[in-house]
Structure formats: C-alpha cells, structure tokens
C-alpha cells in the first residue's frame, strides 16, 4: 500500500440499459495500485443526477469523471496525483482525442471541434501548450478530476442543468479560490458522433446549456459565448441591412479559411472545403442552440429520476 498515493473514485454514469459501458474496461487498465482506486457505475436518465449521488457514496480523496465511452490512457491517475501535490488545484483535466482509426466523418468531426471555431474550448478535443492554471473553457467532464471535498463544498453539479453542469461548477471552485489545471498529456479517447444529425444535435444542446447557464449562473467569462447567436441575428437580419454590411460575410469566410488550415491534415487537403463547411455548422448550430436556451426554462429533475438512480461498486 502506497501512502503517498490519494485514493480515487472513477465515476461512469450509463443509462438503465446499457449493457456494455466500455469505460468500466478502460478503467480497470488504469496504472494505479487497486487498494488505492474504486469504480462506481452510476446508472440513471440525468448524468448529473447520477453523479452528484456517486460523489456522495464515494470513499476516493480524488473523483475521476469519465463518460460511458471514455478509454483514459494507463498513466492519467499518475499524472493527476502529481498535479494535486499542490493543495489549491481543485480540477484537473485534459482533452479528448478521436481515435486514429475512427471513421473519416467522425476524424472530420473532430478536427473541427479541435479548430479555433470553438476559441479556447478547442483545448477539449486537442493537446494544446504546456500544462497550465486554466478556466471552464478548457476542461470538459469526459475526462476531468476533482478533490471530493472541494466538490461537496461548493454543492455538486447543479442538476437542473444538462450539460454545463461542470461548467457552473467549475466558475464556482474559482470563485472560492481554487485553482483549475489543464494537462495536454492527460488523454483519453473517445469516438465522436457517427451522424451529421447527431454531430448536429449535439452543437444545439451544448448552445442551449451554455444559454441556460448563463442564465442561472451568470460570469464574465461566458460573453465570449455569445458571438454565435449574434452572428446568428446578423445573418437573419442581413437582407435588411446596408450593402456594405457585406464585407463582413467576406471577412468571415476569411476567417473560417484561417481556421481550416490550422487544423487541416497535410495530406487531405482535398477535406478544406468539407472543413470549412463544418466549422460554419458549428457556429450556426451552436447559436441557434444558444436562442433556444434563452427561451426554455430549467427545471430540476422529478423525484422519480432521483429515486431510479442505481450505483454499480466494481
């Protein structure tokens, strides 16, 4: 037994009905010692639901979040218990990489979500710099670490909200003081969405959560979040406006050009146009997920998806 180790909880929220959740194999190949690492499998209809109950029935110093198709590379909880030598790092994180043999849509998908498209959550879907003191717009739940007690400390995951709950989260553990890290080298893979229609539904539902957030838990950093729907307006409003509002459409296509290359493969350089074409997808979507979110009200889940969750100790 390794004292000089923390103990860590894996938590993995699945649906009911699930049957094979990949991650619970992933995680047992973690390079950590057993009598120091427990997994839960949190089952249930609403992951924030699912998680806040595991936090509270786990015995770990330190909470590893994964989804149900997270694959972490074999050193994360290694990498994490050196980062969490310093007391006032609260999380820590790092991205979530296609694996190299997934299909060529879904490779496509997520050279986009790893383009500036997304600012400086691009982080979330690439390596990008060197380790660092970071923010909510670089840390993502599929692969994210927490110290349990600064976790129950600021009230969990706010569960009226899905996604974005990490996001509320994390803006508060900095406002008491706590420190976020993010790791490039702290990688797990995961497969992107398989269709156009859910690579789609996806960017909608990441816009209303952000929306919904900024509703309920307001902070500076989300103004940053509110270029796609204006860009949105601007495009619906653009037939009404003055001809030399024109120059901005030219300037936009400049810009997704920029962005295209930056990411773009040497050798498919035939996929700029394809590229190009998704990062607009990303900005439409998102800001149309956004207006929606302004307009839905977010409730707290019924008692009954409270009461359905079940914890699975591995």
């Known amino acids: 037994m390794d004292n000089s180790l923390p103990t860590v909880t894996v938590i993995i929220a699945a649906r009911p009905d699930e049957s094979e959740v990949r991650a619970v194999a992933a ?15 949190a089952r249930g209809r609403q992951p924030s639901v699912q998680r806040n109950a595991a936090v509270r029935a786990a015995r770990g110093e330190l909470i590893y979040f994964l989804d149900d198709d997270s694959r972490p590379a074999p050193q994360n909880l290694r990498r994490a218990a050196e980062a969490f030598k310093s007391p006032e790092v609260k999380m820590l994180g790092g991205p979530n990489l296609c694996p190299p043999d997934a299909p060529a849509l879904e490779q496509a998908f997520a050279l ?20 660092r003191a970071s923010s909510e717009k670089e840390l993502i739940l599929c692969n994210l670490l927490a110290r349990r007690d600064a976790f129950l400390a600021s009230g969990g995951f706010d569960e ?41 539904k996806m960017l909608c539902n990441y816009g209303r959560g952000r929306a919904e957030q900024f509703r309920l ?35 936009y296509g400049a810009v997704l050009f920029l962005m295209t290359l930056q990411v773009l493969p040497l050798k498919k350089w035939y996929w700029l146009p394809w590229i190009m074409s998704l990062i607009f997808v990303i900005h439409i979507c998102y800001g149309w997920g956004f207006w929606r979110g302004c307009l839905t009200r977010p409730q707290p889940p019924a008692p009954s998806v409270t009461a359905e969750v079940q914890l699975e100790k591995l």
């Open 27 to 41: 995680a047992r190949q973690l390079d950590y010692p057993s009598d120091h690492l427990e997994i839960i499998l």
């Open 160 to 200: 009226s909200l899905y996604p974005n709950e990490e996001n509320a989260l994390m803006d508060e553990l900095q406002k008491r003081g706590g420190k976020l890290v993010y790791d490039p080298e702290l990688l797990v893979h995961r497969r992107p969405r398989a269709t156009f229609a859910a690579f789609c």
């Open 217 to 251: 838990h307001p902070t500076p950093r989300s103004a940053l979040n509110l270029v796609p729907p204006l860009f949105c307006l601007f495009l619906i409003l653009l037939p009404f406006l003055p001809r030399y509002f024109d120059w901005v459409l030219a300037a």
């Open 112 to 131: 986009t979500m790893g383009s500036w498209a997304l600012g400086p959550s691009c982080a979330r879907y690439r390596s990008v710099g060197r380790t």
